[in-house]
């Protein structure tokens, strides 16, 4: 187990509150019983109460104190609740990691107003709703931390993804502005950026068909993201791209877009190869 190996590098959280979005499943789930594990105090942010419970007992296993706070992050008035709770309980807070995120895949011929609509609510404002909510507390002690987790699709774009890559581009741009306004030596400000992960969100995407030449078997388990998050914690980092050195494809399309074009079809190909289908892409 990563986590594991990277355990006494990543030190201590006891008595350290961190609020973590989406924490119902997939990467909020992992980073919530992570961040359990190294004793830290544990705000469980999602909409679903049943879940949340589930992995609150999942923390307080692992050693850390759970909080289920069912929240729409998307909800302006929502988020400041949750926030808000979390002070009255717990006093302060250390960490926040904006995790809740939602992927509805169409090409962008073919983008609807409303899926764009619900991605953009949760992906980009639900992080800025809890940021905003979340600064006072942040800002009022030295050594808290802010980690936004965006996505590869947030510096690169490609289809069937674009509404979904629109959003996390905004949310990187979001991330990166912060930073400028904030000082860093009191609270640091972070981007994880994945790439595909073995969550439910990927696999509702693949039972759609639209990516079906992405072959599951090469899914990054969530507990590579977790422990990103925890290390751009630990160590302040300003953005970490998972698996490491991923975002340089993202780098070299800004400046030679083309290379990156013809990589990605040779990425589907090969995904189909490794999938088990042939032929050729269909345009619809």
């Known amino acids: ?61 692992a050693g850390g104190h759970a909080l289920v706070v069912p929240t729409d992050v998307g909800e302006l008035r929502a988020a400041r609740a949750a926030v808000a709770r979390v002070r009255r309980v717990w006093k302060r807070i250390d960490v926040l990691v904006n995790n809740a995120g939602i992927l509805l895949p169409a090409p962008v011929a073919k983008i609807k107003q409303d899926d764009l609509d ?10 800025l709703f809890m940021t905003q909510a979340a600064l006072p507390s942040l800002l009022a002690h030295r050594g808290s931390s802010l980690v936004n987790v965006a996505s590869l699709a947030g510096r690169r774009g490609l289809s069937p993804l674009g509404g979904y890559c629109a959003s996390k ?11 400028t306004e904030v000082d860093s030596r009191v609270l640091h400000v972070g981007v994880v950026l994945p790439g595909v992960v073995e969550t439910p969100m990927a696999h509702g995407v693949g039972r759609t068909g639209l990516i079906e030449e992405w072959p599951m078997l090469l ?21 970490v791209s998972v698996p490491p050195g991923a975002a340089l494809l993202e780098e070299l399309g800004a400046l030679v877009p083309g290379i990156t074009d013809a990589l990605i079809g040779w990425i589907r190909t090969a995904g189909r190869a490794l999938s088990g289908r042939g032929g050729t892409e269909e345009e619809d």
């Not at 705000?43 to 609150?56: D, I, S, W």
């Not at 619900?118 to 992080?127: F, H, P």
Request: proline share 3%; glycine share 8%; aromatic share 6%.
């Open 169 to 179: 581009f905004a949310l990187v741009g979001l991330t990166e502005a912060l930073r």
């Open 1 to 61: 187990m990563i986590a594991e190996a990277l355990r006494p590098a990543l030190g201590s959280f006891r008595n350290r509150v961190v609020i973590v979005t989406g924490a119902s499943s997939g990467i909020g789930r992992e980073t919530a019983i992570l961040f359990g594990g190294l004793g830290a105090k544990v705000a469980l942010v999602a909409r679903r109460r049943e879940l949340l419970e589930a992995v609150a007992q999942e923390v307080s296993a």
């Open 219 to 239: 899914n990054m388990p969530p507990e590579w993201v977790s422990t990103a998050i925890a290390l751009a914690v630990r160590f302040r980092l300003r953005e």
């Open 118 to 127: 619900a991605m953009l609510r949760v992906n980009l404002y639900g992080s």
